[in-house]
C-alpha cells in the first residue's frame, strides 16, 4: 500500500503518525534501512523531507532518490554526519540484531538536533513464545522471535528507555507499534484464510507484535 493515502490519516499506523509529526522540510535518518521498502514509503508520505540512511548490507540503489547513504556496523561504527544534523530518526527492528544496542542509540542523540525526536521498534519479548507460521508462502514470516535466526535477543521497552536514559535522551511515549486497518483485517482472515502470509502479518498487527519507544533530545 502506498504511503501517499496516508497523508490525511497517519494515526491508522504507528510510525505513519511519526514521520507524519516532523517538521515540514525537516531531515530523517533511518537507521537499518535494508531494501529500502519503509524508507519509500515515507517519502511517499512526506516528498518534503531530506532523507539519510545507514545499514551494514543496504541497498541504497533502491532508496529514495537523493538519500544520503553510509554503510555501517551499528555495534561498533560512528556514523559519518556531524553532530545534531536530524531533526528526526527511525530505528526499526535494528537492536533485536545488535550485541551492543545501547552504542547506536548514543550515536542518535550525538546526531539528533535539540529537541530532535528518535522513534525505536523492536519485536515485543512475548515473542519468544509465539508460535511459529505454518503453510506455503510464510516460510520468510517471523512470529516467534526465534524465526529470524539474525535476531541475537530480545530488547524490552525499558531497556530502550533505559539506553536512551542513559544517552541523554528523554522518553515521550511508548506502546505497540500497529497498523490499525491490517489489524482490523485479521479476524476476517483467520477464519478464512488461516495459514496464509497476509493471515500471519495482520496478526502480527492486531496482537502488537512490535514495540517502540519515541525519545527526545533533551
Known sequence: MRWDRFRHIPWVDTRAKFVAS???????????????????????????????????????EAY????????????????PWYASTFVSITCMHVDEHLRNPGHIIRETS????????????????????????VGAGTEHVTVNFYDD???????????????????????????????????ASFPFLFLLRPRTRSRYVA??????WSAYIVAVRR
Open 22 to 60: 516532523i517538521p515540514e522540510n525537516g531531515s530523517l535518518l533511518d537507521l537499518g534501512s535494508s531494501d529500502g521498502g519503509t524508507l519509500t514509503h515515507f517519502a511517499e508520505l512526506r516528498p518534503d523531507l531530506s532523507l539519510a540512511s545507514s545499514d551494514i548490507a543496504g541497498n541504497p
Open 64 to 79: 529514495p532518490r537523493g538519500t544520503d547513504y553510509a554503510r555501517a556496523n551499528f555495534d561498533t561504527d560512528k556514523l
Open 110 to 133: 550525538r546526531l539528533l538536533k535539540p529537541g530532535g525526536r528518535i522513534y525505536i521498534e523492536t519485536p515485543h519479548p512475548k515473542t519468544v513464545n509465539m508460535k511459529s507460521p
Open 149 to 183: 535466526s539474525t535476531h541475537v535477543r530480545p530488547v524490552s521497552v525499558n531497556e530502550l528507555a533505559g539506553f536512551a536514559s542513559a544517552a541523554g535522551l528523554g522518553l515521550e511515549k511508548s506502546g505497540a507499534s500497529r497498523n490499525l486497518l491490517i489489524a
Open 203 to 208: 496478526q502480527i498487527h492486531f496482537v502488537g
